[in-house]
């Protein structure tokens, strides 16, 4: 018989003041908990539970709430559950019960209810009633495990009691035919938290913890359990897979044998398929004698543990279950021992992984991005899709590929080439061979990175030994050029499932990442350049999304100067927010490929797209666990260089269906906008509504009705509300929308915006300090918060930047506060009363308020000077041309306005702050570099 341990833990001293302590974490891995239990955690939404625990636990919460009332303060209950239990979520919706049920398989036949509760003092009769009730609804379990704050002071036996809360509970024991097995009193000799289980006396043993997670409430003694089962644990299956190890690689040997290789081989074969699969065989003959396989398998240990922390892990457990086995004193010296000397060596792996990671920044930023994505990793153990839970890895996997499948559509179903043949209307755009310059720059652009494809190659091994991969590659590209088709193995594709937001077992809250090869990415890319050089004429102008000098920016500034321009003018300006379901993954291949006939593609590059979007093979990986594989039957492979632009030759005929309106794309993000002088104007924006809903009839897209709105922007105290329609569906109308990330308000008042942003960047920089506490070079921290904090402080600031000193003050907190934290890393010294200009000075980081500055001037530099792409912009701008000299003429006219909005609007800030150095700078003929660097110089010295 197998043995296994459940050692839950809980304290009423909250975990809000230890968030990030590696002792605390450290802790938690040496003593191998396989269960945590904690009442008062004091949690709220902004701490993340992976702060808590490493990526061994699931875990699982229910915070009261981050209210400033008195009576929301604290509370709050968790569970971290080893994943190998595979633990499913019960909900009970509708309650306020502060309280967690999880099912917990204890073996292939057996589950277990497994609850934590915490009842306030002031607690009623009907809030324990209504938590007994709860379990009516779960159904059957083998065995039953509670335990909680119950605030009840008991002395002895139920029966005995005569609080009528403790005949409600009592009743509740009775039922379901359970005991209490607390026997550890508080500093009153009484004991407030319960443990409630049906399980065996002799299969449960609970004692005072002398080593508890927090701090010791001396009312809420912390206590540890063991309970003793057939283990049969259901862990997860490892999938053993061979892969090339290439991080062991003999790289010396791999360059002599890529230097011997020769490719002319490649020449004898006119079927692609042919030539590629001798070109593989001849890679993995060189790797087979260079590089060692490894057998990938599920993770039992953190990844940084060494092979030393391992084994005398392995050990200590061994010794426990002997002296569990038989009490031998020497048994208890060596397992104390070893658990001394496991923590040691656990807190020296940790720090000399934190040291390597700082280390490593400056040279390679994603170690420190691998260092966060690690803490942050958390796939499900189980899987809900249809109703249906999926526990095993294989059925998981083949759940999200039964998700992502069900998104495709079937495409237009004849004959597509021959089409093309009797239609072809020219040959103005056409790619008849690759050269030579073109592999080499494609390889030079190629990201260096351990990931492979299919075909098990990284691009770092590409990008390294890119002379010996750059002729057999351009005989490839010309080949498959030459007879249209595209390679096989390089259409098939493998899905990272990765989580967005939500129920973390819910199918449908997670998205696709395509894994593509590196060698397909080098061809579609050097198709992709071709490509846009002959077709960027073509393209609307009214996209700004994955167009070379547009961005999320222009596109926001576009609209920004309408919505000022209607303010000046008086008419309000109607905005039509669109949201498309799943617009890549809808596309319909057959008309995509009709719609290239227009720009006049050549019979054989529309031959090449329709071998490059049709037959591709999926699947899913999932935890070394592989799907059965699944067909694209319509969109275009996301992750592939060549998609955003064969999406926007897509969607580029929509701004033609639009005769009384005004849009503005980026990518499947649509608006359509409309001055309303009377309602007339009203009535053909709603013509163009109906434009846009035939469009996507007949485009075969669809529409999330009930995710687009309207948006009125105007000063009138009773502007001209007209209902819009889609489809007969009434368009909700707001007063704020999230355009691009932005939050535009009616009045164009970022107040809302701001204070979001705010929030979150105070959320990231908590993060940062968390996981930075033993973190010691300023560099690797000023990198990080650049990145990571001083980023989301900057995006697009050159539409909500605002004048009001109150809200600028409040975005430098964030940065001050930052500051603060520098001085403390450096002198050990956390002080409040210092001046931030000092601060600024002391670490050469310039305010976020100058830095706004000099991007708005610096943004409108690119506009003049080209590297911003953008008519609308351009024409916008105004230049002054004084009808008789003066002295003090400033280079663009000088704008007065009693409105806010004039002064918050970044062309007008832009006037006003250029005009003050246009005597000093030369906007025309400076490089980027100097030229931002005389502003600062300039403005701020």
Not at 145 to 167: E, H, Q, T
Not at 706 to 731: A, F, M, R, W
Request: aromatic share 14%; with cysteine.
């Amino acid at each position: 018989m197998l043995v296994g341990r459940l050692s839950p833990r809980w304290s009423s001293t909250g975990l809000t003041p230890f968030l990030g302590r590696p002792s605390q974490c450290g802790s938690v891995a040496s003593d191998d908990q396989d269960v945590i239990l904690i009442t008062e955690t004091w949690l709220c939404e902004d701490i993340d539970s992976l702060e808590l625990f490493d990526d061994r636990y699931l875990v699982f919460r229910r915070d009261r709430g981050s209210s400033s009332d008195s009576c929301r303060r604290g509370g709050g209950v968790l569970i971290a559950v080893k994943k190998c239990f595979n633990p499913c979520i019960l909900d009970f919706p509708g309650s306020d019960l502060e309280a967690v049920w999880l099912s917990i398989k204890l073996n292939h036949r057996q589950k277990m209810l497994v609850c934590v509760a915490y009842f306030p003092p002031s607690s009623r009769a009907d809030t324990y009633v209504e938590y007994f009730d709860c379990f009516e609804s779960f159904g059957f379990f083998d065995n039953i495990f509670i335990c909680g704050d119950f605030n009840l002071s008991i002395y002895d036996d139920f029966g005995n009691n005569k609080n009528p809360l403790v005949n409600e509970l009592s009743n509740f024991v009775n039922l379901y035919n359970l005991a209490q097995f607390n026997n550890t009193f508080n500093c009153n000799n009484k004991f407030l938290d319960l443990i409630l289980t049906d399980i065996d006396f002799s299969h449960i043993s609970v004692w005072h913890s002398d080593k508890p997670l927090v701090p010791e409430d001396k009312h809420h003694p912390a206590l540890s359990i063991s309970i003793c089962f057939v283990a049969d644990h259901p862990n997860r299956k490892n999938v053993n897979i061979s892969r090339y190890d290439f991080k062991r690689a003999d790289f010396l040997t791999m360059w002599y044998l890529l230097r011997e290789t020769n490719w002319s081989f490649l020449f004898n074969f006119n079927d692609i398929d042919e030539a590629v699969f001798s070109f593989y065989n001849c890679l993995n003959d060189v790797f087979s004698r260079t590089v060692p396989l490894r057998q990938t398998a599920t993770r039992r240990f953190p990844f940084w543990y060494t092979i030393e922390t391992r084994r005398m892990l392995k050990r200590k457990a061994k010794v426990r279950r002997l002296a569990l086995k038989c009490v031998n004193p020497d048994s208890v010296i060596e397992f104390r021992t070893l658990r001394s000397a496991v923590k040691y060596s656990i807190q020296k792996d940790y720090n000399t992984y934190l040291r390597l990671t700082e280390n490593n920044l400056i040279s390679n930023p994603k170690k420190l991005w691998s260092y966060f994505n690690n803490t942050k990793h958390n796939s499900p153990n189980s899987l809900y899709y249809n109703n249906v839970c999926y526990e095993n890895d294989g059925d998981i996997a083949n759940a999200f590929a039964d998700y992502f499948k069900s998104v495709f559509k079937p495409s237009t179903n004849y004959d597509i080439k021959n089409e093309f043949k009797s239609n072809c209307v020219g040959d103005l755009v056409k790619i008849d061979s690759v050269t030579y310059d073109d592999v080499v720059l494609a390889i030079r652009e190629l990201k260096s990175s351990l990931t492979v494809g299919v075909d098990n190659i990284p691009s770092f091994i590409i990008k390294g030994y890119a002379e010996f991969f750059i002729y057999p590659l351009l005989i490839l590209f010309n080949l498959s050029l030459r007879s249209n088709v595209f390679l096989y193995i390089w259409k098939q594709t493998r899905i990272i499932p990765v989580f967005l937001k939500g129920d973390a077992q819910d199918c449908k809250n997670y998205r696709p990442i395509a894994i593509l090869s590196p060698m397909s990415k080098i061809f579609e890319s050097i198709i992709h350049k071709r490509l846009f050089h002959q077709v960027k004429n073509l393209i609307s102008p009214s996209q700004h999304g994955f167009i070379p000098k547009r961005s999320t920016a222009t596109n926001l500034f576009c609209l920004t100067n309408k919505i000022i321009s209607s303010f000046q003018i008086g008419p309000q300006l109607d905005v039509i927010y669109t949201d498309f379901s799943k617009a890549f993954d809808s596309i319909d291949f057959g008309i995509l490929l009709n719609k290239l006939q227009g720009p006049g593609f050549h019979v054989n590059l529309t031959d090449w797209l329709h071998s490059y979007l049709c037959n591709r093979s999926l699947y899913v990986y999932f935890n070394n666990a592989v799907s059965r594989e699944f067909s694209g039957t319509s969109g275009v492979p996301q992750g592939s260089n060549l998609v955003p632009l064969l999406f926007i030759l897509f969607i580029n005929d929509l701004t033609s269906v639009f005769k009384y309106s005004e849009c503005l794309l980026f990518a499947d993000d649509l608006k359509l906008f409309s001055s309303m002088n009377s309602n007339l104007d009203a009535v053909l924006l709603q013509s163009d509504l109906d434009c846009l809903f035939k469009w996507c009839t007949v485009n075969k897209l669809h529409l999330n009705i009930e995710k687009c709105s309207i948006l009125s922007y105007t000063g009138k105290s009773q502007p001209l509300n007209h209902v819009y329609k889609i489809n007969d569906l009434v368009l909700s109308r707001s007063d704020s929308v999230t355009d691009l990330g932005i939050i535009f308000y009616t009045k164009l008042d970022f107040s809302h915006h701001i204070n979001s942003m705010v929030s979150k960047a105070y959320r990231r920089l908590g993060i940062l300090k968390c996981k930075t506490k033993e973190f010691s070079s300023e560099i690797a921290l000023k990198v990080l918060y650049y990145a990571h904090v001083r980023s989301s402080l900057e995006y697009c600031s050159i539409i909500w930047d605002p004048i009001y000193r109150n809200k600028i003050e409040i975005i430098e907190r964030i940065q001050n506060n930052f500051l603060r934290y520098l001085l403390y890393k450096k002198n050990g010294i956390y002080l409040q009363d210092i001046s931030s200009s000092y601060l600024r000075d002391m670490f050469n980081i310039p305010s976020l308020c100058s830095r706004r500055d000099v991007s708005c001037v610096l943004f409108f530099y690119k506009v003049i000077n080209g590297s911003i792409d953008c008519s609308d912009i351009l024409r916008a701008i105004n230049f002054a041309v004084p009808a008789r000299s003066l002295r003090n003429q400033g280079s663009f006219p000088n704008v007065y306005s009693r409105f806010n909005y004039i002064d918050r609007f970044s062309l007008y800030k832009f006037y006003k702050t250029f005009n003050k150095i246009s005597g000093e700078l030369d906007i025309y003929h400076m490089s980027p570099t100097v030229f931002k660097s005389n502003c600062f110089q300039l403005l701020y010295t």
